[in-house]
């Protein structure tokens, strides 16, 4: 079975641009969550969605959004770039909001 | 606000020798304590994990050891490989079971 999936691997933006990134679970996965992991540092919480709902949010600024589809997938938008965004953006999935999450490779953003 | 504290930031070990990682919690409301293992260009992956009703908990090679009352979890690596050598973190899963606190993480270098 595949694992999580994330695209791109890697991107390049520049201050005030817009991404998104994409995140496909593993098969059966009703959970995805989003981290952002600064190089040299720990994963850090984003986001939690669970059926389509969003069920957690971190402490990150409201230019940070996310969404889950019927099919579970999810995409992760962040508006307006700062260079600060720089980071490895992690998602992950799993059975239900209590379960072992699974990570994915990560998508790579670079701010310029 | 750093909630997990992780230690040493960088471990070098002979091979077959014994790695040690510690981490230390600040939030009561933590029940469940992973311990994630990270490659270079990969997300991390699960690798053992324990709840706090349990004091120590082992698989294979790898054992968690936990003092409620101290608020300390550490990890032990037995017999450590080369092929141990990457980044390990530390976790702790929130009462809602929607969020991991990770620590900042512990290179592990294993040398031959």
């Known amino acids: 079975d595949a694992g999580v999936t994330q695209s791109p691997t890697h991107l390049i933006k520049t201050r005030g641009q817009q991404v998104t990134l994409r995140c496909s679970p593993i098969s059966g996965h009703k959970s995805v969550s989003w981290y952002q992991q600064v190089l040299g540092q720990g994963p850090q919480f984003i986001f939690q969605y669970y059926e389509k709902e969003e069920r957690g949010r971190g402490n990150f600024p409201d230019r940070f959004s996310a969404r889950q589809f019927p099919n579970y997938s999810s995409e992760l938008n962040v508006n307006a770039l700062l260079l600060g965004d720089s980071a490895l953006y992690l998602c992950?999935?799993?059975?239900?909001?209590?379960?072992?999450?699974?990570f994915g490779s990560g998508t790579q953003l670079s701010v310029l | 606000q750093q909630q997990v504290k992780q230690s040493p930031q960088s471990l070098i070990v002979q091979k077959g020798g014994i790695s040690i990682i510690n981490c230390a919690y600040e939030n009561t409301a933590f029940d469940y304590f992973p311990w994630y293992q990270q490659f270079p260009g990969k997300g991390p992956a699960l690798l053992i994990a324990i709840r706090p009703d349990v004091s120590e908990k082992k698989e294979g090679r790898f054992t968690i050891s936990f003092n409620k009352s101290a608020k300390q979890f550490s990890l032990h690596i037995m017999d450590s490989q080369p092929g141990d050598s990457a980044t390990y973190f530390c976790?702790?899963?929130?009462?809602?079971?929607?969020?991991?606190?990770f620590g900042g993480g512990t290179r592990l270098m294993v040398k031959p």
């Open positions: 976790a702790a899963l929130n009462n809602a079971g929607n969020m991991l606190t």
């Open positions: 992950a999935s799993s059975l239900s909001a209590y379960e072992k999450l699974f």
